[in-house]
Antibody
Framework: QVQLQASGPGLVKSSQTLSLTCTVSGDSVSSGDFYWSWVRQSPGKDLEWIAYTYYRGSTQLNPSLKGRVSFSVDMSKNQFSLNLTSVTAADTAVYYC??????????????????????WGKGTTVTVSS | AIQLTQSPSSLSASIGDTVTITCRASQDINSVLAWYQQKPGTAPKLLISDASSLKRGVPPRFSGSGSGTAFTLTISGLQPEDSATYYCQQFHSYPITFGQGTRLEIK
């Protein structure tokens, strides 16, 4: 049974870099079947997708965070990580990591592949202080 | 970005009732939509993918339908443990987006 656990510093000062790690158990981050995802949820607010990352390095990013986000995958530790630079109070949120699996839709004889998040970790709370 | 609008934003129903939550997309997403359930202090939990495909282990009282821009999540025979916030999510186009959520209270 796959499990994910996000971990982070809890408290980060404004303008600094936030680093988060997601540890995966019961599955391999180097599996070609999945993307690995980050989603955040500000206090009392909506869910915001941050990115998908693939173990070979390809990523899909939310443009709202483009330029501030970087990722890495550590296959030896079965972890993937997120770095978010120049944080502000707006980055205060619960950060979730999740596994994304593919589904295939066929239209006009052509296959299209999409990824949705099927297993989520418990999330880690990050507060940005001034 | 594709916008998802859920309605209602909150509702209250009794045990045994049937409720329907609607999600409308700002453009055609075929059936590339998922539904999640979130209880306070916990991570979202996948209920349905591809608009109507129930995740293994999810009770069959949950069902989804729709295609294009209009989707529904129906919960038949409400149980106390169904009290939660429900979100739709489109994964047709990047950036992936979520609806604003529907809070369901069990009377």
């Amino acid at each position: 049974q796959v499990q994910l656990q996000a971990s982070g510093p809890g408290l980060v000062k404004s303008s600094q870099t936030l680093s988060l790690t997601c540890t995966v158990s019961g599955d391999s981050v180097s599996s070609g079947d999945f993307y690995w995802s980050w989603v955040r949820q500000s206090p009392g607010k909506d869910l915001e997708w941050i990115a998908y990352t693939y173990y070979r390095g390809s990523t899909q990013l939310n443009p709202s965070l483009k330029g501030r986000v970087s990722f890495s995958v550590d296959m030896s530790k079965n972890q993937f990580s997120l770095n978010l630079t120049s944080v502000t109070a707006a980055d205060t949120a619960v950060y979730y990591c999740a596994r994304a699996v593919s589904t295939t839709h066929t239209r006009q004889g052509r296959n299209y592949y999409y990824y949705y998040m099927d297993v989520w970790g418990k999330g880690t709370t990050v507060t940005v202080s001034s | 970005a594709i916008q998802l609008t859920q309605s209602p934003s909150s509702l209250s129903a009794s045990i045994g009732d049937t409720v329907t939550i609607t999600c409308r997309a700002s453009q055609d997403i075929n059936s590339v939509l998922a539904w999640y359930q979130q209880k306070p202090g916990t991570a979202p939990k996948l209920l349905i993918s591809d608009a109507s495909s129930l995740k293994r282990g999810v009770p069959p009282r949950f069902s989804g339908s729709g295609s294009g821009t209009a989707f529904t999540l129906t919960i038949s025979g409400l149980q106390p443990e169904d009290s939660a916030t429900y979100y739709c999510q489109q994964f047709h186009s990047y950036p992936i987006t979520f609806g604003q959520g529907t809070r369901l209270e069990i009377k």
